[in-house]
C-alpha cells in the first residue's frame, strides 16, 4: 500500500461540497462516498427521487463537470499529480482492481473514494470491460495501445492448452514491447500489463496460458490432478497425486474420487497398478493387450525381446505380463522367424 500524502476521503468531501445538494447526494450514492460503501444503480436513486435513470444520468454528469470547474478542484492539483505519479509507477496503465487493490485490499470505501478521484481527474482516462480486457484505466493513448496490441500477439501464439512458465511468457511479451520505453520493462509492470488480458491467465503454479484453459482456469479434482502430475514430471500413483493436490493446493482429495477422476479423463494413462501419466507425454492408452497391438501396428512384425522392450517403454508392467498377452492367440500370431504381428 503506498503513503499517500492527502486523505481521499477529505479530498472528496471538499470536491462535493462545490455541488448542491442533490447533485452531491447523486454523486455520493452512485460512488458509495457515503457510510454505506454500496454503489446504487441510475433506477434506485431515481426512484428516491421521483425521476427517470436518464435525468439521473445527466445530473450525474453534470455534477462531474461543475467538480472539474470549481476551485475546489483547482487547488488540488497536487492531489491528480501525486495519483499520475502513481500510475506511472505502475505501468502507465493499469486494470481499475488492480490499482485499487493497489491503494487498499480492505477498504472499499476508501476504494470507492479514490475511484471516484480517477473519475473527476482529467489525466486519467478508463476503458470499459471488453472481450479482450477488463476495466482499465490509463495516463497514455499511444502507450495503452502498444501494451494492448502486443497482449493480442502474445495470445494468438498460445495454443489452447499451453502452459509457459512466467519468465519465458514475458520474454515473448517483451518481443512485442520493443517500442516501449525500458523504464517500464520491469518484471513487475509487465505482470501488471499481463494482468489486463481478459484472455491469458496464470494457473495456480504460476504457469501461464489461455485462461479458458482447463490447465490454467483450474476448478475441479480432474484439473488439480493434472497440474499435480506434470509438476512431477513422471508417473505417479493416484495416492501420490490426491497427497500432492492437498499439499499443493491446500484442495481435500480423497483417493478413490482423485481414482474416479484420473480413470474418467483422457489427459491420463494407466501404465501401471495405480501408476498415471499425462497422455501428452506420448504413453499409449489401454490394457496391455492394446498397448502391444498399437507397438505392432506402428512397428510391424517384433521378436519377443522387441515387443516388451517397447512396451515396457508405455508400461510399468512385467515381463511376464507381456508374455502371457503375446501368447493371445486370437490377437497375437508368430512366424517362422519368431516374429509377431497382429492376427
Do not use: C
Not at 514491447?177 to 484472455?199: A, C, I
Not at 512397428?299 to 522387441?306: H, V
Amino acid at each position: 500500500m503506498p503513503n499517500l500524502s492527502f486523505k481521499p476521503k477529505i479530498v472528496t468531501k471538499k470536491l462535493l461540497q462545490a455541488l448542491p445538494e442533490r447533485a452531491r447526494q447523486v454523486l455520493v450514492s452512485r460512488y458509495g462516498l457515503g457510510t454505506d460503501p454500496a454503489k446504487q444503480t441510475l433506477e434506485a436513486i431515481g426512484d428516491k427521487y421521483g425521476i427517470t435513470r436518464e435525468r439521473v444520468r445527466q445530473i450525474e454528469n453534470a455534477g462531474i463537470a461543475n467538480v472539474r470547474k470549481s476551485q475546489a478542484f483547482k487547488s488540488e492539483a497536487a492531489t491528480f499529480d501525486e495519483i499520475k505519479k502513481l500510475f506511472e509507477v505502475l505501468g502507465g496503465v493499469i486494470s481499475e482492481e488492480d490499482f485499487l487493490n493497489h491503494i487498499t485490499t480492505k477498504d472499499k470505501s476508501l476504494q470507492n473514494h479514490i475511484h471516484f478521484l480517477l473519475v473527476v481527474g482529467t489525466h486519467f482516462k478508463k476503458l470499459k470491460e471488453d472481450d479482450d480486457f477488463k476495466h482499465r484505466w490509463h495516463i497514455n493513448d499511444e502507450l495503452t495501445k502498444k501494451v494492448e496490441e502486443s497482449l493480442r500477439k502474445v495470445f494468438k501464439n498460445l495454443s489452447d492448452d499451453e502452459l509457459l512458465p512466467e519468465a519465458e511468457l514475458m520474454k515473448s511479451f517483451l518481443e512485442h514491447l520493443k517500442d516501449v520505453s525500458e523504464e517500464y520493462k520491469k518484471e513487475e509492470v509487465l505482470r501488471r500489463w499481463l494482468s489486463l488480458s481478459k484472455k491469458i491467465a496464470r494457473n495456480p503454479l504460476g504457469e501461464w496460458g489461455v485462461a479458458a484453459s482447463k490447465n490454467v482456469s483450474v476448478k475441479g479434482i480432474r484439473d488439480y490432478a493434472y497440474l499435480a502430475i506434470r509438476k512431477h514430471g513422471s508417473p505417479i500413483h493416484f495416492k501420490e497425486v490426491a497427497k500432492s493436490i492437498s499439499q499443493m493446493f491446500n484442495k481435500k482429495a480423497h483417493m478413490a474420487t482423485t481414482h474416479n477422476e484420473l480413470i474418467k479423463d483422457k489427459r491420463f494413462v494407466l501404465v501401471g497398478r495405480g501408476l498415471y501419466a499425462l497422455s501428452e507425454w506420448g504413453y499409449l492408452s489401454g490394457v496391455v493387450k492394446d498397448v502391444i497391438t498399437k507397438v505392432l501396428e506402428k512397428n510391424g512384425p517384433l521378436t519377443k525381446e522387441e515387443v516388451v522392450d517397447k512396451v515396457l517403454k508405455e508400461r510399468y508392467v512385467k515381463k511376464n505380463t507381456i508374455l502371457v498377452n503375446l501368447q493371445n492367440n486370437k490377437a497375437f500370431k508368430k512366424d517362422k522367424e519368431n516374429k509377431y504381428s497382429i492376427a
